[in-house]
């Protein structure tokens, strides 16, 4: 039996201290050099329990803990007890306490839980599933991503969650992963690599949405370090616009193979390149002369984007022109029978047949992708927003570019865009010159279906 005033192990030692309140047995530890110093032993040496046999239990189970923790340090091998001791001495030098840093390790790791090994890669069928479940994807933002992955599945996806537990260490990823995509995508441009980026943060947001203990500040912090962007990327392209002579070449050019619908949206609605594939003539009501693109059609996906006709000069008219040029498609038809990839090829086609036009230092070849970036689309909106009809709300409205309304401003104040504006507004469709090849496509077309 122990006695009630004391009682003693070779490792501690209790105290019946009568006048100390209701906490009156006092543990002591001794003799702990055995033991390796357990660290939970030596953060506080004294303790007080109500009762002798609360304050023995406690002793005895912090006692075969550390024991039992010294058998299985005692079982490491000699290449694992010499890796962790020669990482303990690293951190030392760099006057880091081991020990509090494997402390703060393990409560990081435990906050995480058992996915913190989980690859983020791994969560990216279900984030895709997620996207498209809740129509926030066109078919040719899904096909980008898909890209983006493939770039990204043998370096960034393989990252764990716990990398991105330091704000250091996950900025440390982001920068070599847009480095990576840097050097394996065709574009040096900023506003590309800057697409890459949100495409990061948005798929490590929805990771943290699946897993509560990544943390949703940290990847703020990790993702508004401005030096994540590579060096040395090429400035986003002028937005010069499109002028009349050449809204009217390509006009009849691109009708000659059946993409009036395409260049109308184009030129006339600054409808995005992409988002134009997507669409079908449905969204053209004739009866109640209205615009109406669906909300998984648009860029934002917030709502429709509904508009009259009748607020873009001539435009009830280009529809016409468009829809009979193309065949009198029905409402369910696309109004893009081709691939993009095919469409930009034949503008590009289309402008190196007519260089002097398009471009007035004499280069060989014309690359639109580089040097007429979003011309025409940017036509509508530097000439929309001259017009009392439209206006700059309007205008970035049915654009869905109110983010780069600046730049086309700066662009307007440098060059008096007024009477170009008037032009342009004014072409009409009897006034374009469709291509003789037009007519053979057509025959062709019909002996085919005769």
Known sequence: MLNHKKAKDIYWTIDHLPNNGKKNFRLRWKNLKSLGYPADLTATKVHYFNTQKQAIEFASSKIQEAQHVGKLADALESNARAKILSEAARLTELGIDPVLAMKEGEKHLTAYGKEAETKIGDFWPAYVARKKADKKWGKRNAKAQDSFYELMKEGLMQNPIKNFIHVRTGQKIVCEALGKYRSQ??????????????????????????????????????????????????????????????????????????????????????????????????????????????????????????????????????????????????PNNQIVRYSQPTVTKLVAKAMNANKELFAKDKRKTIKPAETHRNFMRSGFITYGIQIPSLGIGKVMKIAEDSHNLHKYLAWDSARQTEPEAEAFWAIKPEEIAIPQFCSRNREKKATHEG
């Not at 065709?186 to 948005?202: H, L, P, Q």
């Not at 993702?223 to 040395?232: K, R, W």
């Not at 429709?304 to 607020?311: A, L, N, V």
Request: proline fraction near 3%; charged fraction near 30%.
């Open 185 to 330: 995508s065709t574009r040096n441009a900023e506003n590309t690599i800057r697409g890459a980026k949100s495409k990061i943060r948005t798929f490590l947001f929805y990771v943290a949405s699946e897993v509560e203990a990544l943390n949703r500040a940290t990847l703020r912090e990790i993702f508004s370090h401005e030096y994540l962007m590579p060096a040395g990327l090429d400035p986003e392209a002028k937005n010069e616009a499109i002028d009349v002579a050449q809204s009217r070449y390509l006009l009849g050019y691109m009708a000659a193979h059946q993409l009036a619908g395409w260049i109308v949206f184009k030129l006339f609605m600054g409808a995005r390149t992409l988002l134009v594939q997507e669409w079908k003539w449905s969204i053209v009501d004739w009866d109640r002369c209205r615009i109406r693109i669906p909300k998984d059609q648009t860029k934002l996906k917030k709502s429709d984007i509904s508009f009259s006709i009748s607020e873009i000069p001539n435009f009830e008219k280009w529809l016409k022109w468009a829809w009979e040029i193309d065949g009198r498609p029905k």
